[in-house]
C-alpha cells in the first residue's frame, strides 16, 4: 500500500460514479532515492498502484485488477514541484460483474500526467 506513506488523500469528492481525490505525494519518500536522485520522478508503477488504491477506496474493499487497457504517461511528476494532484476516477459496472474504470491524474485539473482504463473484478 503506498497511501499515508507515498501519497495522503487529502480531499475526496463524490458525483455519482465519479470521484475526485485531491493526492499530496510525500516528495520525501525513500523511492525517490532511487528514482531519480536529484531529480525525483513518480514512477508509473507507482501511478498505476495509486489508481488500483483508489478503486478500493471508492468501492471499500480490495478488488482484483484485471488489465490496463491504456497506460499514457503524459508528462513526468516531479513530487518536489508538484506535489499536489488531482485524481479523477470515473467507473462503471457490467453485468457481468466487472467495473471498468477511467483515471486521470493531472496538477489542479490542468496539466495532465496520466491516463488509465482499466479493467476489475468486483467478485
Do not use: W
Amino acid at each position: 500500500m503506498l497511501n499515508s506513506s507515498f501519497y495522503s488523500i487529502v480531499q475526496t469528492e463524490n458525483k455519482n460514479e465519479s470521484f475526485s481525490f485531491l493526492l499530496e505525494l510525500n516528495e520525501k519518500h525513500p523511492i525517490y532515492q532511487g528514482h531519480f536522485p536529484g531529480h525525483p520522478v513518480v514512477p508509473g508503477a507507482c501511478l498505476l498502484q495509486m489508481v488500483i488504491e483508489l478503486i478500493e477506496v471508492i468501492f471499500e474493499r480490495k478488488l482484483t485488477f484485471l488489465k490496463a487497457d491504456e497506460l499514457k504517461f503524459l508528462a513526468p511528476v516531479n513530487p518536489v514541484e508538484d506535489n499536489m494532484l488531482q485524481a479523477q476516477i470515473n467507473y462503471s459496472t457490467t453485468e457481468e460483474n466487472k467495473i471498468n474504470v477511467t483515471a486521470i491524474f493531472s496538477q489542479h485539473s490542468q496539466q495532465s500526467f496520466f491516463k488509465c482504463r482499466a479493467i476489475f473484478s468486483n467478485a
